[in-house]
C-alpha cells in the first residue's frame, strides 16, 4: 500500500489517503511551487540531453516538468488524479511533454534498466517495510551507470516540524541510506540544515539530506 504521509499521521487506508491529498491537491496553488527542488536543480550538470528520466510520486509535476525543460525524456507519476492534471498544466504553460501517469508505487511498471535517471524527492510517504521493497525497484529500473537523485529529511526534522510525515521511521538517517544503496556507487550523501521554500507544503528550516548514486 502507499500512502503519502507529509503533513498529519498516516491514513490508515490508501482511501483515506487519496481523499486527503485530492484535497491538498485540489487548490489553484502549487503546494508544493512550481520551481523544482533546490537540491535536484543543483545536479543540472549531471543530466544528459536526451536521456529518460523516471520521477517518482512527482505531485504537481514541478520536478518533472523542469526535467522536461533540461531536455531529457521524462515518464512521471502519482497516485494522486488532481495532482497529474496539475501537473499536465504545468508542462503546457511550459511548453514541455512529459510522460505524466496516475499510479501508485507498487503498480508502477519498474521495467528492468529502463531509465537513466531515477528522481526521488521527499518520497517519504513509504514505510519502512514500503522502502525495502521500493529501492530495489528503483535500482532494478535504472540502466548500468544510472542515476539516483534522493532529497529527504532526516530524523531531525522532527524538531523543526516545517514539512515531511511525523513518523520517525519515515525518516532518513545517514546509516539508513548508506545501508539501503550498499550496491551503488554513493557520489554524494550530504546532510544539512537549510532553509526551503517550496509552496507552503515545504517552508522553513529544515533537516536535508541530498543523495547521488550510480547503479553499477
Given at each position: 500500500?502507499?500512502?503519502?504521509?507529509?503533513?498529519?499521521?498516516?491514513?490508515?487506508?490508501?482511501?483515506?489517503?487519496?481523499?486527503?491529498?485530492?484535497?491538498?491537491?485540489?487548490?489553484?496553488?502549487?503546494?508544493?511551487?512550481?520551481?523544482?527542488?533546490?537540491?535536484?536543480?543543483?545536479?543540472?550538470?549531471?543530466?544528459?540531453?536526451?536521456?529518460?528520466?523516471?520521477?517518482?510520486?512527482d505531485g504537481e509535476g514541478r520536478n518533472s516538468v523542469w526535467l522536461a525543460e533540461q531536455g531529457l525524456h521524462v515518464d512521471a507519476f502519482d497516485f494522486s488524479p488532481m495532482a497529474v492534471a496539475?501537473?499536465?498544466?504545468?508542462?503546457?504553460?511550459?511548453?514541455?511533454?512529459?510522460?505524466?501517469?496516475?499510479?501508485?508505487?507498487?503498480?508502477?511498471?519498474?521495467?528492468?534498466?529502463?531509465?537513466?535517471?531515477?528522481?526521488?524527492?521527499?518520497?517519504?510517504?513509504?514505510?519502512?517495510?514500503?522502502?525495502?521493497?521500493?529501492?530495489?525497484?528503483?535500482?532494478?529500473?535504472?540502466?548500468?551507470?544510472?542515476?539516483?537523485?534522493?532529497?529527504?529529511?532526516?530524523?531531525?526534522?522532527?524538531?523543526?516540524?516545517?514539512?515531511?510525515?511525523?513518523?520517525?521511521?519515515?525518516?532518513?538517517?545517514?546509516?539508513?541510506?548508506?545501508?539501503?544503496?550498499?550496491?551503488?556507487?554513493?557520489?554524494?550523501?550530504?546532510?544539512?540544515?537549510?532553509?526551503?521554500?517550496?509552496?507552503?507544503?515545504?517552508a522553513g528550516m529544515s533537516a536535508l539530506m541530498g543523495v547521488v548514486a550510480r547503479k553499477r
Amino acid at each position: 500500500m502507499t500512502q503519502r504521509s507529509d503533513v498529519g499521521p498516516a491514513p490508515r487506508t490508501l482511501e483515506q489517503a487519496l481523499r486527503r491529498w485530492e484535497e491538498r491537491f485540489s487548490a489553484d496553488e502549487y503546494l508544493f511551487g512550481e520551481r523544482p527542488n533546490a537540491y535536484l536543480a543543483s545536479k543540472a550538470a549531471l543530466l544528459a540531453h536526451g536521456s529518460r528520466a523516471l520521477a517518482i510520486a512527482d505531485g504537481e509535476g514541478r520536478n518533472s516538468v523542469w526535467l522536461a525543460e533540461q531536455g531529457l525524456h521524462v515518464d512521471a507519476f502519482d497516485f494522486s488524479p488532481m495532482a497529474v492534471a496539475k501537473a499536465e498544466r504545468l508542462a503546457a504553460r511550459h511548453g514541455v511533454r512529459a510522460g505524466f501517469n496516475v499510479s501508485e508505487t507498487s503498480a508502477w511498471n519498474w521495467a528492468q534498466s529502463t531509465y537513466d535517471l531515477v528522481v526521488a524527492i521527499f518520497i517519504q510517504f513509504a514505510s519502512p517495510a514500503e522502502r525495502e521493497r521500493l529501492f530495489p525497484l528503483i535500482k532494478q529500473t535504472l540502466k548500468p551507470g544510472g542515476l539516483l537523485i534522493l532529497q529527504g529529511y532526516r530524523r531531525e526534522q522532527l524538531n523543526y516540524a516545517t514539512g515531511g510525515p511525523p513518523e520517525a521511521d519515515h525518516l532518513y538517517t545517514e546509516a539508513m541510506i548508506r545501508e539501503i544503496l550498499a550496491d551503488m556507487v554513493v557520489l554524494e550523501l550530504r546532510c544539512y540544515d537549510e532553509i526551503v521554500d517550496e509552496g507552503r507544503g515545504h517552508a522553513g528550516m529544515s533537516a536535508l539530506m541530498g543523495v547521488v548514486a550510480r547503479k553499477r
